[in-house]
């Protein structure tokens, strides 16, 4: 019995089809199945080895059918088996047919009359993918004229501009589900009363030890004057939890302590609360003031303003003082 293709081809094509069918409808996430979930590795590999077998099985009984025969019919399997399948008969016949070849008995039907030194050219047709990628590329330009200068689609620059809009909001509704990417570079100061809450109960947990239930310092600095050691802001915070403080003295590092980038940011987030309470043992200042640096010249003006009013009795004694 002929086959329309060797086992070598059957084989991969049959065992990943299989693997293609197992993969999309097994739910694995970003991994591969067969990586997540390694009873699908398990079920590949008996896959695999069945139709092996089964290729072995099937050979072996048609070699012990081929060794039962008289000569003759050995030979005449042979010459079956050395025929071209129909499968490859009509594709050429196909091919053929679309190509619209004479053959060379009749070549002289299609002769020209251009000569090059004995050199003579046939009229012979385009081959037909040539011809058929032709009239494609007519149709494809109608289309698109049409769409596009005619019905006025959105071009390329607006194309990109939706789909820039989209994987910015599929890139937000990532971070989302995935609160722990981030780090002192990306972090944002969290409002939320979940998150804060979740920031409390971890200070409470692991930081008031030092820094006292409300923020006044203890064996840590205090954390309600405008006083910073490593720097002030969500994003200097955020880095001291995570990397630890100044070296042999300094707070432990929380990452390597088993807090979540998530968490970090929560009790970040808490302890800023702390700014401007008044705490009831506080302990003295240490570090320097630190100012924002993304808040403008204007507001730092505004501040000084409002903290040393100019009035005309200031002037006047300013001048009689000079």
């Known amino acids: 019995m002929r086959k329309l293709f060797p086992s070598y081809i059957r084989v991969p094509v049959i065992f990943f089809i299989i693997a293609g069918f197992v993969e999309y409808f097994v739910e694995s996430g970003n991994q ?20 092996l077998a089964m290729e072995g099985i099937v050979g072996a009984m048609e070699n012990v059918l081929y060794q039962s025969l008289d000569e003759e019919a050995k030979a005449r399997y042979d010459a079956k088996q050395a025929e071209p399948s129909k499968l490859v008969l009509w594709i050429k016949t196909t091919y053929k047919n679309l190509l619209g070849s004479k ?11 251009h000569n090059y030194d004995g050199i003579k050219e046939l009229d ?17 330009g109608v289309i698109y004229m049409i769409r596009y200068h005619v019905l006025n689609a959105d071009d390329q620059f607006t194309e990109y501009e939706i789909e820039y809009a989209e994987a910015q909001r599929a890139i937000e509704e990532y971070k989302k589900n995935a609160k722990d990417l981030v780090d002192f570079n990306s972090v944002e100061l969290l409002t939320d009363i979940a998150d804060l809450k979740a920031g409390e109960n971890i200070f409470v947990a692991k930081c008031a030890v030092c820094h006292k239930v409300d923020g006044g310092g203890g064996i840590g600095p205090n954390l309600t004057d405008e006083y910073w050691i490593l720097g002030g802001g969500i994003k200097n915070v955020f880095k001291t939890i995570s990397e ?23 009790v970040a987030s808490y302890l800023l609360q ?20 993304t808040s403008t010249e204007t507001d730092t003006d505004e501040i000084n303003t409002e903290d040393n009013p100019v009035t005309e009795d200031t002037e006047i004694v300013e001048v009689a003082e000079n």
Do not use: C, H
């Open 32 to 51: 591969p199945a067969f990586i997540e979930k390694p009873v699908v590795l398990v079920f590949l590999l008996l896959v695999l080895v069945i139709l």
């Open 103 to 113: 053959p060379i008995e009749e070549e002289g039907e299609i002769i020209l009359d």
């Open 124 to 140: 012979n047709n385009l081959p037909p993918w040539w011809v058929y990628s032709f009239y494609i590329t007519i149709i494809f």
């Open 244 to 266: 630890g403080g100044r070296s042999g003295k300094g707070m432990v590092s929380w990452k390597k302590e088993g807090l979540k980038p998530s968490e970090m940011a929560q």
């Open 274 to 293: 702390f700014q401007g309470t008044i705490p009831a043992e506080p302990k003295a200042a240490e570090g320097e003031i630190w100012i924002d640096p």
